[in-house]
Every structure is written in C-alpha cells, then in structure tokens.
C-alpha cells in the first residue's frame, strides 16, 4: 500500500520535477523523462524488500520470546520486551539524525541561494529585451557596413513607442559568455615574458544607459567614435583599480591584440584583424563604467575592455541588442523585429528573452538544489515526526497501568505530560547529537555549491536543531495529552495481558 502511495505521489510530482528542470537547467530531452516498466519494477521490489524487512525483525523476536521475562516485563504492565522498545528507540534516533543532516545541508543552501538574489550584478535588469544576431553573410564583412545597419536599426527600434533606449553589445552579462585579450600600456613595460590580460566586449552608444550601469567617470561612446576617429575604449571600475591604483586612467592609451573570433569572417578578414594587431592600434580610454558580473552573480568582477562596436577592428560575427522598455518587453518583440527587417529583410533575429530571465537563469542551479534538498529534508523530517510520535504513543500505551498507578498515589497531570514529552525530547536529542556530527563530515562537500557561506555555519546548524527540536515538541504533544486524561480507576482493565491464571 506504501509502495503504491509513492508511485502514485512520484506520478503526480514527476511533471512539476521535469517542468523545473527543463525550465531552469534546460535539461536535454527532460520531456522524455517518465515512469517506465523499469521503474515500476524499482517501486515493486523495493516496497516487497521494506516490507520483509520491517516484518522480519519482529517476526524472529517474536519466535524467541521468554516466557519467564515476558512474565516479569508483564507484571510491570509492559506488553514489548526491552529489546523491541530499544531497537524501535534506535530507529527513531537514526531517522532523527538523518533528516537532522539532510535539514542542515539543505538550510546551507537556502542560505546560500538567499545571499546570492541579494548579489548587486552592477546593472538594473528590468524591463529590458534582449535578441541575438547572426552577422555571417559577405554584406557585413566590413566594420563601416556593419556599423551602418546597426546605427539604422538603433534609430528604427528607438523611434517605436514604449521604447527607452536600445544599444548592441557582443556579450551579454550574466550570461557566462566572456573573451580576453592581452594588452600593454603607453609608457609602461609589460611584465616579464607575458603581457596584461583583461576581459573584452564590443558595445555601442548608450549600452551603458540601456542596462542601467553607472559611468563613473568621463564620457560613453558616441555615435562620432566611427571607423575614421581615434580608437577609443571604456574600461571597468575593477581595471582601473589593478591597473592605475595611483593614476587617472582617462587620456591613458592601450594597445590590444585581436582575439580569435569565435567563426572567422574568412582568410583575409582574418589577416586583416592580424595586420591591425601587429601595427599596434592604441586605444585611448574615454571611461571608466561600474563593474559588471559578467560571468553570473557567483563570480567576481574581473578587469573588462570594452571596444565600440563602431570601431571593432575584429569583425566580430556575433551581436545581441538590448532594448529597454517602459513596459512588459516581450510584448515589444514584434513591434522590435519588424523595426530590424524593415532595415534588412534576410536579418534573422532570435532568442528574445528578458534581462529578468538572464538574471534568473544565472542562478538556476543553486535554485533547483536548494529546493530539491529541501523537498528531500521536509520528507525526511515528516518521517522522523511520524517514527516519533509512534514510539512515544506505543510508550504511553504499554505503560497505561504504570501511568494509571503513579495519577492513583498522586502524580500531577504536568508531571506525566512532561515525563511523556521529556521522552520524545531524549531521542531527539540523541539523534540531533549524531545528525549534527554526521553533517559536520557530509556538508563540507557541498564547498563548491555554496556562496558565501561556510560549509559548518553555526546559525544554520542552530537553526535547523531548534526546528528539530520543536517538531518533537509537536509530535509528542498529543500523546502526552492522552496520558494526562488516563482514568487510574480504568488504567488497570485496559492492559491485562496475564492473570493470575494467565488469561485476559
């Protein structure tokens, strides 16, 4: 009946299991996962070996009884022998401990997920679109062309109602999509055997504006840094601060080596991007932007360049845009993707998706551990009060004489509630001792699943044994209050397991 219980639950929490996972990890093929012959299978034995097993240990302590212990045990008003009720104890203080540690991992990342929402990414996400272009064809093969449809479908997308500002970008943040490039600095050496490295971007006028990240200092791109104007570049608050800790980086120049494209235009695209790096093109630094996690809210901001997509000397083959809105910004996708086609018709344009949703996504796969360990903990901890509250109601019973003898010679109800409950509370405590040594070893290999928490913090051990401790409260509670109500005039009827002539 268990068995059948589970499969029927499993069937019914396997769609919003596979929803989550698709959704939130998008899992390949996770529409294909079901329950299939071999997991009924599954169900059946291990429902087949549990019941065995459960009724195996009893059955051979029922097969060695002593009659004269028995005897002893029942003039005490005890039906169980010791070693039932001790085995049975064992089994509460092991099921206590392992929803004590499955509780404790899962509070780590609760905290742990909770601390990372609250993780300033450096720009304001809401009410943005974003959509991705594929710049593969030979008409965008020269930065002018490219920079000339772009500027046209900037003006076109600006000019739709609802619309605040738009800008172009190469890689979006929070995306984890990144690329590097080495450079050197006019008028320093570059270290030995190797040159700085920072992290690189193409972006345009107002990209900054549009995701809402905070210029610090000078001025952002314009539509004037063309192909025939002095390279510019904006950097980071992060590269500022490595690279001029005791100097104003505005009016300093750099000079960039091409990166690999991720798919080259062609052979002479290439030797171009080649030749531009090897002349030593020097970008003066116009800027100096927030930081921006660019690789999720878990990682730390690193050095970034970011290059005008105006001036890109790499025929970079990849842009996305970004359109910030006054409104919902899917409801903009198609008003956006005629804005594009009206400019060029054979421009695909895919991926829309909200700023809100990137963020979201970045931190999808501490969200699905977190709530998966807390599903796994909340039915660890609902076994755990159930093996409670049956030890503890199994206890009043077989000592409903003895209770009924200590109310007669005059045990207060208080008294019996508190022994009753004080017996909850050991087993509890016990198993509380022994989940808390066990998650002290098992939670240190959760270290790379947690951010900014450490693997034994203290409050949310604490946290969870309080809640351990008050969810024993509440099991033992009713049994408790049935052994306060029990009638010594009736006590001794209700448990008469041997007579003086050995019959009820």
Same mark, same amino acid.
């Given at each position: ?6 499969? +029927? ?11 989550? #996972? ?22 059946? /034995? ?46 509460? @203080?092991? &099921? ?18 909770? +601390? ?30 490219? !920079?000339?449809? %772009? ?31 080495? %450079? ?36 952002? %791109? ?6 025939? !104007?002095? *390279?510019? @570049?904006?950097?980071? &608050? ?28 062609? &052979? =002479? ?40 997509? +105006? ?7 990849? #842009? ?12 903009? %996708? *198609? ?71 200590? @109310? ?6 208080? &008294? ?20 808390? /040594? ?43 209050? =049935? ?7 009736? !006590? ?13």
């Amino acid at each position: 009946m268990g068995g059948t219980l589970g499969l +029927l639950l499993a069937v019914w929490g396997l769609a919003g299991l596979v929803a989550l #996972l698709s959704h939130d990890l998008s899992i390949p093929r996770a529409a294909d996962i079901g329950i299939d012959r071999w997991m009924l299978t599954f169900a059946l /034995a291990i429902s087949l070996v549990t019941g065995l097993v459960s009724g195996l240990a009893p059955a051979l302590g029922a097969s060695k009884v002593d009659l004269n212990e028995s005897l002893k045990e029942g003039s005490r008003g005890l039906t169980g022998s010791r070693g039932h009720n001790r085995f049975r104890s064992a089994l509460v @203080v092991v &099921e206590v401990a392992l929803a004590l540690v499955l509780l404790s991992g899962a509070g780590l990342m609760i905290k742990s997920f909770l +601390l990372l929402t609250q993780v300033n990414s450096g720009l304001q996400p809401e009410n943005v679109l974003t959509v991705d272009f594929s710049l593969q064809s030979s008409r965008y093969s020269h930065t002018a062309t490219r !920079a000339a449809s %772009f500027q046209q479908i900037l003006h076109r997308v600006q000019e739709l109602p609802g619309v605040d500002s738009a800008a172009v970008v190469a890689d979006i943040p929070l995306t984890h999509n990144e690329d590097g490039l080495e %450079f050197s600095i006019e008028g320093l050496p570059d270290p030995p055997n190797q040159r700085r490295e920072a992290r690189f971007n193409i972006a345009g006028p107002k990209y900054f504006r549009t995701l809402g990240i905070p210029l610090l200092e000078g001025r952002d %791109f314009s539509e004037r840094d063309a192909g025939g !104007a002095p *390279p510019v @570049v904006l950097i980071n &608050e992060a590269m500022a601060r490595r690279f001029w800790p005791n100097a104003n980086p505005i009016g300093q120049r750099i000079s960039t080596d091409a990166p690999a494209a991720p798919e080259p235009l062609g &052979e =002479h695209d290439h030797a171009r991007g080649a030749d531009q790096a090897n002349q030593g093109t020097w970008f003066s630094v116009i800027g100096i932007a927030g930081d921006v996690r660019q690789m999720g809210l878990r990682s730390e901001t690193q050095p970034e360049v970011y290059v005008s997509y +105006l001036q890109d000397p790499y025929q970079w083959p990849f #842009l996305s845009m970004l359109v910030r809105t006054t409104s919902d910004p899917l409801r903009l %996708f *198609p008003a956006v993707e005629q804005a594009v086609w009206s400019v060029d018709k054979d421009q695909p344009v895919s991926n829309p998706m909200t700023m809100d949703r990137i963020r979201s996504d970045s931190i999808a796969q501490p969200r699905v551990t977190a709530l998966l360990l807390s599903l796994f903990a909340a039915l660890a901890l609902l076994l755990a009060s159930v093996g409670l509250y049956g030890v503890v109601a199994r206890s009043v019973t077989e000592r409903t004489h003895e209770i009924g003898v200590r @109310v007669a010679l005059g045990a207060r109800p208080l &008294e019996v509630f508190r022994q009753v409950v004080g017996r909850g509370m050991i087993l509890a405590l016990a198993g509380t001792a022994i989940g808390l /040594a066990g998650a002290f070893g098992t939670t240190r290999v959760m270290t790379s699943l947690l951010y900014d928490v450490r693997p034994t913090d203290w409050v949310t051990f604490t946290a969870v044994s309080l809640l351990l401790m008050a969810v024993t409260l509440l099991a033992s509670y009713v049994p408790a209050r =049935h052994a306060t109500k029990i009638d010594p005039m009736v !006590a001794p009827l209700r448990i008469r397991p041997f007579s003086r002539h050995g019959a009820r």
